[in-house]
T-cell receptor, first 109, second 112 residues
Framework: GQQVMQIPQYQHVQEGEDFTTYCNSS?????IQWYKQRPGGHPVFLIQ?????EVKKQKRLTFQFGEAKKNSSLHITATQTTDVGTYFC?????????FGTGTSLTVIP | EAGVTQFPSHSVIEKGQTVTLRCDPI?????LYWYRRVMGKEIKFLLH????????ESGMPNNRFLAERTGGTYSTLKVQPAELEDSGVYFC??????????FGPGTRLTVT
C-alpha cells in the first residue's frame, strides 16, 4: 500500500496568504525530496532533506524534516501566482522513492 | 546540457493496441527510472535501470509492460496489449549515482 501520505490534496489561497503541505510516512525515511510540477509540466526538483529535524529555506519556501524522519512539510509564505502548481514529496526508504499524492495549489489573484 | 527527453509527448491508442514510449536520459547518467501517474493518484515507481541492467522492476504492474535499455543509453517502455487502466502520464528520470533525479516532460498515454 501507499507509504507516503500527503495532505491536503487541494488548496486554494488568496494571493499573499500562506500555504503549507504535509507528508507523513509509515516508515522511517532516509531522506525526503520535494518537487513542484507546473500545470502541463513535469516534476522539478526543489530540495532534499536528509538530517533529522532539518530545516531549509529557499526564499519564501521553508522545508522541514521531522525529528523521527517520518514527516515533512513545505511552507510558502505570502503566496504569489507563480507558486501555482502541484507540490510532491518523495521519501526514500530502502532503494526506492515513494511519492506522495501531491497537493495542488491554486492562488487567487 | 540537454535534459531528459521523452517521446512521444502524447499518445492516444485503442484498447488492445501496442504503444512504445521512449526516454533519452541525460548523457552519462547510468541510472534511469520509469514512473507513472494515473489521474488523481500519486506518481508510482515502475522500474530502475543501472546502465543496461534492471536494478529493480518491482513496480511494473504486470507482464503487459516491457522495459528495455539496450546499450545502456535510451530506454523504451512497451505496453502490449494496452488496457484502459494504463492511461496516465509516464515519466522518465535519470541520475548519476544516488544524486537527484532529473525528470523528463512525461508522455501522456490515453487508452480508449
Amino acid at each position: 500500500g501507499q507509504q507516503v501520505m500527503q495532505i491536503p490534496q487541494y488548496q486554494h489561497v488568496q494571493e499573499g496568504e500562506d500555504f503549507t503541505t504535509y507528508c507523513n510516512s509509515s516508515t522511517t525515511l532516509s531522506n525526503i525530496q520535494w518537487y513542484k510540477q507546473r500545470p502541463g509540466g513535469h516534476p522539478v526538483f526543489l530540495i532534499q532533506l536528509v538530517k533529522s529535524g532539518e530545516v531549509k529555506k529557499q526564499k519564501r519556501l521553508t522545508f522541514q524534516f521531522g525529528e523521527a524522519k517520518k514527516n515533512s512539510s513545505l511552507h510558502i509564505t505570502a503566496t504569489q501566482t507563480t507558486d501555482v502548481g502541484t507540490y510532491f514529496c518523495a521519501g526514500l526508504t530502502g532503494n526506492q522513492f515513494y511519492f506522495g499524492t501531491g497537493t495542488s495549489l491554486t492562488v487567487i489573484p | 546540457e540537454a535534459g531528459v527527453t521523452q517521446f512521444p509527448s502524447h499518445s492516444v491508442i485503442e484498447k488492445g493496441q501496442t504503444v512504445t514510449l521512449r526516454c533519452d536520459p541525460i548523457s552519462g547518467h547510468d541510472n534511469l527510472y520509469w514512473y507513472r501517474r494515473v489521474m488523481g493518484k500519486e506518481i508510482k515507481f515502475l522500474l530502475h535501470f543501472v546502465k543496461e541492467s534492471k536494478q529493480d522492476e518491482s513496480g511494473m504492474p504486470n507482464n503487459r509492460f516491457l522495459a528495455e535499455r539496450t546499450g545502456g543509453t535510451y530506454s523504451t517502455l512497451k505496453v502490449q496489449p494496452a488496457e484502459l487502466e494504463d492511461s496516465g502520464v509516464y515519466f522518465c528520470a535519470s541520475s548519476q549515482g544516488r544524486k537527484l533525479q532529473y525528470f523528463g516532460p512525461g508522455t501522456r498515454l490515453t487508452v480508449t
